[in-house]
Structure formats: structure tokens, C-alpha cells
């Protein structure tokens, strides 16, 4: 038998002025000032775009296609400038527009109708005095509006792992009983094999000469900008619905008529296929002419801060020209600079050699949901 006896004793009353007993708990630290704002964080930068300033520009683009689908493209920015650094070793260039495009892919129902690939071309034409100016001997890449950046280069969506496994396997049996004598074969064999496949959502952007009509002689350098879109295959998710691209084009003169073309060739697929070609071809689905892009205007947020008659010197940007360009979700990697020490991360993770990821949603950050 054990006894267990339990003294309610009153405790002893601290006297007053008495410290009290330390505690076993840990002391709870408090955040200091330097904690709490840090005065080293960099500052966000002003001239990124501010949602709160984001208004309906100009339409230049506009295309109705099978299912319902739409696609349109309208004029987001359009600031005046010039691009001069000491780092750079060519001549200052006086007169720089940026252009910032905003497109939309729409398409109410995109289990049977989804952008599969598209194509967007953007050149820059100049008038006719500058074309007259190229022909007659006093060539100049400066007599042509020309694109000096473009973004994005290269940008990827989540990669989507798929595992495939099969086995093979063959076997049979022969056998005679005559006695005395009794003879059996049975053969057999078998394989087996597993491999994974990676895919992601590719959007890659190039500049390249703008073909004269009138031969090769009289093409445009940097006059062309394409862009190619695919969508995931494994996934299956279609492109971005809603993404905004920028471009920086060298102008001629301050006062120079400068002609923007846009062409978009989507790839539009069906619950069974593609359209064809021809069939977006026709007269209903071609695009509708809207108003061209007048680049002796300025359009949306400005720059800051400005030079006095010049406008503001975009090679001062604070961010990547990279990080001009919007896309639903939330990018993790980018940028042309950072592609080898990205890749080589990846190439880590995943041991394959992929380029680096770029992760679009609201939330679960994979690209089915953009």
C-alpha cells in the first residue's frame, strides 16, 4: 500500500518590493526599430506599372474568331525619351519611344474552343521622306525607325512532369511425352522501360530585318518583332489570357510619322482539332482595322524623372526591361542575364537540362490556371 499525502499550505507572501522569481520560459524578443523598417530594403520602383493607373487605351487590334473567341490588342504606355549611358559604347540615341501593348486572348469556353499557339508580328514603318532618303544613296539604319529592346526574350510557364512506364513480356511453352523419352522447352523473356517527360508553357520574342518589297537591298534591320506562343501539350491549358508586352523604338526625328503594324496568327483548337488555316482566313474572321498608333502623343503613366525637352533617359530604369512585362500570376525567374545560373539550378532539381521555370496563378502557381 502506498500513502500519498498533499499539502495545501498556503505559499509564502512575497514581500514587497521583492524581485520576482525568473521565469522558465524564454524572454520574448521584441523587434527593434532596424527590424521593423529596415533602412537598407531597396524602394520599390515608381516608373513599374501601377494597377491603380491602368485605363483602356486605344484599340489597334481586334479579331473575332470561331467559338466566340476574341482577341485584342490596345496601347497600355506610350512615353517619350532617349537612351544614353556612359557604359555603353554607342552613340546616344536621342529620340526613344516606349510602347507597352496589352493583349487579350478570350475564349468563354475553353474546353472546346482554347488558344493552342499563336504568333504576334510587330513592325515599325517610316514615311515616305525617310524611305525616299534610304533609296537615294544616304542609306542610314538612322533613316528608319528601328526597335532598340524588346521583352520578354524568353519566358516559361510551371513544368508539368508526365512518367510513362510499360512493360513487355513474352513467354511460351513446348513439350512431347513419348515413353521412355520425355522432352519440355519453355522460353520466356521480358523487358520493361520508364522515362519522364517534361513540358511548359514557351513564349519566346526575336527581332529581326523587315523585308522590303522592293529586295533585300533596301530591308529594314531591327524594323520586325515576332513573338511565338505554346500553350503546355500535357496540360493542355491553352495561352495566357491576359498579358502585356513592351518594345522600345528608335524614332528618326521627335516629329517623325512612324506606322506600328501588328499581325496575330493564332492557332485555335477545337474539342476534335484545329481550324484550318483557311478557314480563319475568311472575311468574317479577319481582323477589323482599328486606329493606328500616334507616336507623336503620349499615352498612360509617365516616367519620372524627366529631362527637360528630351523626356526620360530609359537607359537609367531601375528594374530589368523584363519586368515591364505582365503576366497573370506571380514570376518567380526571368531575364536574359540570369538564364545560365537559372538553368543550372534547375538542372539540379530536376537532373535534365531545362531552362528555367516561370510559375503563373493566383494561387496554386501552376500555369493551368492562366
Not at 487605351?57 to 544614353?84: K, W
Not at 514603318?125 to 544613296?137: I, L, V
Not at 524588346?150 to 511425352?177: C, D, I, K, R
Request: with cysteine.
Amino acid at each position: 500500500m502506498a500513502t500519498v499525502t498533499i499539502d495545501h499550505s498556503p505559499a509564502p507572501s512575497r514581500p514587497v518590493g521583492a524581485a520576482p522569481p525568473p521565469s522558465s520560459r524564454p524572454p520574448v524578443l521584441q523587434p527593434s526599430d532596424t527590424t521593423k523598417t529596415p533602412s537598407n530594403s531597396p524602394l520599390p520602383d515608381p516608373n513599374l506599372v501601377n494597377p491603380r493607373l491602368l485605363i483602356n487605351g486605344a484599340c489597334i487590334y481586334e479579331r473575332h474568331l470561331p467559338g466566340d473567341a476574341y482577341i485584342t490588342a490596345r496601347v497600355q504606355r506610350l512615353q517619350h525619351g532617349y537612351y544614353s549611358s556612359a557604359a555603353v559604347s554607342n552613340q546616344d540615341v536621342n529620340h526613344v519611344d516606349f510602347l507597352g501593348l496589352t493583349f487579350v486572348f478570350h475564349s468563354p469556353n475553353t474546353l472546346s474552343h482554347r488558344f493552342k499557339a499563336a504568333t504576334i508580328r510587330a513592325s515599325v514603318h517610316g514615311s515616305r521622306e525617310s524611305s525616299r532618303a534610304s533609296s537615294g544613296g544616304g542609306r542610314s539604319r538612322n533613316n528608319n525607325p528601328r526597335f532598340l529592346m524588346h521583352a520578354p526574350h524568353l519566358l516559361y510557364g510551371a513544368v508539368s512532369p508526365e512518367t510513362m512506364q510499360w512493360n513487355y513480356s513474352l513467354s511460351g511453352s513446348l513439350g512431347f511425352a513419348d515413353l521412355p523419352l520425355i522432352a519440355s522447352l519453355s522460353p520466356s523473356g521480358g523487358m520493361n522501360g520508364r522515362y519522364k517527360r517534361y513540358e511548359m508553357m514557351r513564349i519566346q520574342g526575336s527581332v529581326r530585318s523587315r523585308k522590303s518589297p522592293r529586295g533585300r537591298k533596301y530591308d529594314v534591320e531591327a524594323g520586325e518583332v515576332v513573338w511565338s506562343l505554346e500553350e503546355n501539350t500535357l496540360q493542355r491549358s491553352g495561352l495566357p489570357r491576359e498579358f502585356t508586352f513592351a518594345m522600345l523604338i528608335q524614332k528618326p526625328r521627335a516629329d517623325s510619322r512612324v506606322h506600328f503594324a501588328l499581325e496575330v496568327e493564332p492557332v485555335l483548337q477545337s474539342w476534335c482539332c484545329s481550324y484550318p488555316g483557311l478557314l480563319l482566313g475568311l472575311p468574317w474572321y479577319k481582323p477589323v482595322r482599328r486606329g493606328p498608333v500616334d507616336f507623336r502623343e503620349q499615352v498612360g503613366q509617365r516616367f519620372e524623372p524627366v529631362t527637360q525637352d528630351r523626356g526620360f533617359n530609359y537607359a537609367a530604369l531601375e528594374s530589368s526591361f523584363d519586368d515591364y512585362v505582365q503576366m497573370p500570376g506571380r514570376k518567380l525567374a526571368a531575364g536574359v542575364g540570369n538564364l545560365l545560373s537559372l538553368s543550372r539550378r534547375v538542372q539540379w532539381l530536376t537532373k535534365l537540362r531545362y531552362p528555367p521555370t516561370v510559375e503563373y496563378s493566383k494561387t496554386t502557381m501552376r500555369s493551368d490556371e492562366t
